[in-house]
Antibody
Framework: QVQLQESGPGLVKPSETLSLTCAVS?????????WGWIRQPPGKGLEWIGS???????YYNPSLKSRVTISVDTSKNQFSLKLSSVTAADTAVYYC??????????WGQGTLVTVSS | QSALTQPASVSGSPGQSITISCTGT?????????VSWYQQHPGKAPKLMIY???NRPSGVSNRFSGSKSGNTASLTISGLQAEDEADYYC?????????FGTGTKVTVL
C-alpha cells in the first residue's frame, strides 16, 4: 500500500526558505496521480498549498503561488516543497498527500515546521 | 478563495445521527461534484471519508454518508460511536484549486 513520509528541517528562520521532501513507497510516482502539499497551523484548519503531476505539471494555491515551488524527482520517487520568504504565519504541520482525483486519499504523518529566529 | 463555512461544533449521543454542513458558493461547492470530507483525530493526519460528494473509499464505514444541495454539502454520521469524536473538514475542488472548510469538532456525549 502507498505510504508517504515528510522530511526536512523543523525550524526555519524568518525570511528564509522552507524546504520539505515527501518520500513515497508502495507506489511509483511515475505511474500517475497528482501529489500535493497541505498545511495546518497549530490549532487551525487545513490549507492546500499546491500539487504536482509526475510530468512536472503543477498548480498552486493562488494565495501562496508567488512563494511556492513544488518539484518531483521520479528517480527517487519523491516530491518536494519550497516556500520562500517565510514568516511566523507559515508555522504549521505540513502534510504531503496523494490526490485521488479531486480528493486526498493517502496522507503522510505530517511534520511540524516552526518559523522563528 | 475563502474557506468553506462549517459549524464550529456538533454533538450527539451514542447511536444518534448528526449532520455537518459545509457552505460555499457557486464557484466551488455548488459548481462541482467534487466535495470531499476528512476526519482528523488529535495529533493524526486527516483521513478521507467521502469523495465526490457521496462516495465512500474502501474501508470507510457505511455510517458515513454525504450529500449536496446547491451551495451546501452535508456529512451525516449515523449510529454515532465514541470513535467518531474528531474534527471533520470538508473540501471542494474548483478550477485547478482546492479549498477546505473551517472545520467542525464532533463531540460524542
Amino acid at each position: 500500500q502507498v505510504q508517504l513520509q515528510e522530511s526536512g528541517p523543523g525550524l526555519v528562520k524568518p525570511s528564509e526558505t522552507l524546504s520539505l521532501t515527501c518520500a513515497v513507497s508502495g507506489y511509483s510516482i511515475s505511474s500517475g496521480y497528482y501529489w500535493g502539499w497541505i498545511r495546518q497551523p497549530p490549532g487551525k484548519g487545513l490549507e492546500w498549498i499546491g500539487s504536482i503531476y509526475h510530468s512536472g505539471s503543477t498548480y498552486y494555491n493562488p494565495s501562496l503561488k508567488s512563494r511556492v515551488t513544488i518539484s518531483v524527482d521520479t528517480s527517487k520517487n519523491q516530491f518536494s516543497l519550497k516556500l520562500s520568504s517565510v514568516t511566523a504565519a507559515d508555522t504549521a504541520v505540513y502534510y504531503c498527500a496523494r490526490e485521488a482525483p479531486s480528493a486526498f486519499g493517502h496522507w503522510g504523518q505530517g511534520t511540524l515546521v516552526t518559523v522563528s529566529s | 478563495q475563502s474557506a468553506l463555512t462549517q459549524p464550529a461544533s456538533v454533538s450527539g449521543s451514542p447511536g444518534q445521527s448528526i449532520t455537518i454542513s459545509c457552505t460555499g458558493t457557486s464557484s466551488d461547492v455548488g459548481g462541482y461534484n467534487y466535495v470531499s470530507w476528512y476526519q482528523q483525530h488529535p495529533g493524526k493526519a486527516p483521513k478521507l471519508m467521502i469523495y465526490e460528494v457521496s462516495n465512500r473509499p474502501s474501508g470507510v464505514s457505511n455510517r458515513f454518508s454525504g450529500s449536496k444541495s446547491g451551495n451546501t454539502a452535508s456529512l451525516t454520521i449515523s449510529g454515532l460511536q465514541a470513535e467518531d469524536e474528531a474534527d471533520y473538514y470538508c473540501s471542494s475542488y474548483t478550477s485547478s484549486s482546492y479549498v477546505f472548510g473551517t472545520g467542525t469538532k464532533v463531540t460524542v456525549l
